[in-house]
């Protein structure tokens, strides 16, 4: 990789970090012992393409589908009294960003009167990932991964759509998004 591209990266990623609102000192210790690996970024965008497979399985099921939505959440983001979460979902745009639980929650299910009419209950029977890069900081504390991934629908049609998440490791060692930036590719027409 180019190495001001590199350094651009890891200079937002840094950017991000500080924005989230963790300790540096705390997050960068808990690195040193067990630093951010590529497979465990592969792996938690996996189990969340699963989880919102899941939220649209519950809905269809006529299950308690907010109750997935928010397991969902607090499995993968980062909310909590001392973190920032950067959340802009792709089907956003009077309440572009999504800064709390509840947010998200509304994002994710939907809710009466907003923009929001539920994205994870649609819903998808697969999400596919194609990483166009990731980025691991030198201290292992945060990784960054762009690229596309395709959500397919009932009918077995996929819909392409541009992502930027950033991950850190909780307490427990899992990783957790602290960004969250999607949107549908540019279209000239």
Known sequence: MNKFVYASILGAGSLALAACGSDEAASAGAADADPITMAEVEAAQS???????????????EGDFSARASEHIATHYAYGEDATILFKPTLAAEDQFRETTEEALSYFVGTEGTEDG??????YTAVRWENNGTVISDSGDMAVAMGNYFFTGTDGAETKVEYSFAYEKDENGEL???LHHSSLPFSAS
């Open 47 to 61: 189990a969340w393409g699963d989880g919102i497979v899941a939220i649209g399985a519950t809905f269809t099921e």
């Open 118 to 123: 539920g994205f994870a209950i649609a819903p």
């Open 176 to 178: 957790k998004i602290v």
